[in-house]
Nanobody, 116 residues
Framework: QVQLVESGGDVVQPGGSLRLSCAAS????????MAWYRQAPGKERDVVAV???????AYADSVKGRFTISRDFAKNTLYLEMNSLNAEDTGVYYC??????????WGKGTLITVSS
């Protein structure tokens, strides 16, 4: 299984921006898809953004137009660019990889707190 390590979580004011990174232990080229999930306090983990092997992207309605998922094959890294952050974006963000014939791999998460 590929190992995933997230970074970039921080405390940010409403309206601010952050970029999350997810470094993979191996090549991400052959993965079926990669995704970012978010778990808000007291809530279930939900998908925020997905990027497929064919470079198609999809976003949760709550983040459309504000978040952008991307990846760098040379660096084996997944990114999440987040703009216009609000309090509802607070939570632990997890990186996910869909590994062919192996299932899901998860990172340990990185915390984002949006607060004034």
């Amino acid at each position: 299984q590929v190992q995933l390590v997230e970074s970039g979580g921080d405390v940010v004011q409403p309206g601010g921006s952050l970029r999350l990174s997810c470094a993979a232990s191996g090549s991400i080229f052959s993965l079926n898809a990669m995704a970012w999930y978010r778990q808000a306090p007291g809530k279930e983990r939900d998908v925020v953004a997905v990027i497929t092997r064919t470079n198609k992207t999809a976003y949760a309605d709550s983040v459309k137009g504000r978040f952008t998922i991307s990846r760098d094959f040379a660096k084996n890294t997944l990114y999440l660019e987040m703009n216009s952050l609000n309090a509802e974006d607070t939570g632990v963000y997890y990186c996910n990889a869909k590994v062919p014939n192996r299932g899901d791999s998860w990172g340990k998460g990185t915390l984002i707190t949006v607060s004034s």
